[in-house]
């Protein structure tokens, strides 16, 4: 399968991502809001999202330090927003396609795991 381009966002908390792209709003969340959530391990304002940018369009994964637990809750963390991506980059509606998609997912989910094992 060829290698589809996005960005890995790996911040501290939500606001994290409002800060990288010097925005107040973000497909429908405000910096407002997100300032003022309480986050913790079992709760953020963003656990994680796939989306695109609003500066240039570019997509990405944002996935929230805060929410991650060191356990299995986190590779499933990622796997979601990574399924996602997947349908966003490879614009997959058909149902037929249904493996290629999720193979995508966890290939890419093998790949963040090992950087962000790497960190620790």
């Known amino acids: 399968m060829p290698e589809r381009k996005y960005k890995f966002i790996l911040g501290n908390k939500s606001i994290d991502l409002f800060n990288y792209y010097k925005v107040d709003e973000l497909h429908g969340l405000t910096r407002e809001e997100c300032s003022n959530y309480k986050e913790n391990s079992d709760d953020a ?15 990405y994964v944002f996935i929230n330090k805060s ?9 499933t963390l990622v796997m979601h ?26 290939e890419e989910t093998n790949k963040i795991i090992k950087k962000m094992n790497n960190l620790n």
């Open 45 to 59: 304002y963003i656990a994680g999202m796939a989306n695109v940018s609003p500066n240039d369009s570019a997509p």
């Open 67 to 75: 929410r991650l637990k060191g356990d299995y809750t986190d590779v």
């Open 81 to 106: 927003e990574l399924m996602h991506m997947s349908l966003i980059l490879h614009q997959w509606t058909k149902r037929d396609n249904e493996e290629k998609i999720i193979t995508w997912a966890e």
